[in-house]
């Protein structure tokens, strides 16, 4: 289901999570991953005195994005990566920060490994020389021997995995969060995301575009590929703490994507998961960002319109675009 009018930005939003998932055919995976995402977010003003005396027409809104994940078939074993966006449509919300930030991950504790270059003198006529690496503070004893030694020891850096990748989209108008399986964590469960956004000062409310997806191993013949394996996309009203008018504005947005047991929730999905269906054929046949978007838009062009004769769907489409109007209204 698209409930607001597909622009080249819109498109380019699009293209990105494409481009971002490239190389992964959108099969089925062995694995089977399920999204829950807010039915609306309740956004804090946070402001520093200091930026609200230098642009008095502006204000800084913190909003915080608890996205579960859950394992329905499958283990994180298969998994390759989790992606998460958060994207303003209408381009009204600037990032200014944003959290978890990019990490990298050793499987060593204090990130070093010291090596000592050893010389050993024996008694005997010849001379033994070699490199001997012990890993630090992981209780390894140190062997005994009778021969003398003398060693020069330093420290190296042990290398580092990129674990989660996070960074701005759409010229700073939205964010996104690319995790990894990890030692240290589970991709499995709740993971808060949180933005700080600049808005103008009489910023009441807004909504945003939610798209998770999640990438795992597919057993397959003769080599092993990369599948999707769970995508979810929503439309998530924001209000300012203590504004009624523009939480229960966010509340029905969220209501109208559940209405007909959850028949536009679903469309929405199915919708996402063609998109990225869409980016085999797309990285093999396009070499350049421009090219893929031209092709992109043309795809989105020829799709014919959704045939749907339930017309209490289409009703709640209508009303879908009439709530983000009303959202986008209080948005300054």
């Known amino acids: 289901m698209t409930v607001t009018a597909c622009t080249p930005r819109a498109m380019s939003i699009a293209a990105w999570l494409v481009l971002v998932l490239a190389g992964s055919p959108a099969l089925a995976a062995d694995t089977r991953v399920i999204f829950d995402v807010p039915d609306k977010i309740e956004c804090r003003d946070a402001t520093p005195e200091k930026l609200a005396a230098t642009h008095p027409t502006l204000k800084i809104i913190e ?132 933005l700080l956004a600049a808005v103008p000062k009489g910023w009441r409310g807004d909504w945003c575009t939610i798209i998770c997806a999640a990438r795992a191993t597919k057993k397959s013949f003769p080599v092993p590929t990369v599948a999707l394996a769970g995508i979810e996309q929503a439309h998530v009203g924001l209000y300012l703490t203590g504004d009624r008018e523009a939480s229960d504005l966010a509340e029905s947005l969220c209501q109208l994507q559940e209405a007909n047991g959850g028949a536009l929730s679903k469309q929405m999905a199915k919708e996402a998961a063609e998109l990225v269906a869409t980016m085999h054929a797309a990285s093999t046949s396009t070499h350049s960002c421009n090219h893929f978007e031209e092709w992109l838009h043309n795809v989105i062009k020829l799709k014919p319109e959704l045939k749907d004769s339930d017309r209490k769907l289409e009703d709640a489409k209508a009303a879908i675009m009439h709530v983000q109007e009303q959202l986008a209204r209080l948005s300054g």
């Open 63 to 194: 909003a915080k994005f608890r996205i579960s994940a859950g394992f329905v078939e499958g283990t994180e074993a298969s998994v390759v990566d989790f992606v998460y966006m958060i994207t303003s449509p209408g381009m009204r919300m600037k990032i200014q920060d944003y959290l978890p930030n990019t990490t990298l991950e050793s499987e060593l504790a204090d990130d070093r490994i010291e090596v000592a270059d050893t010389t050993e003198k024996s008694d005997g006529a010849t001379l033994d020389a070699h490199v001997a690496y012990r890993v630090l503070n992981l209780g390894a004893a140190m062997s005994q021997s009778a021969k003398k030694s003398e060693s020069d020891k330093y420290k190296r850096i042990v290398p580092k995995d990129l674990v989660l990748a996070s960074g701005t989209t759409n010229r700073e108008h939205g964010v996104f969060f690319k995790l990894r399986p990890s030692k240290g964590a589970s991709l499995e469960g709740a993971k808060e995301l949180t």
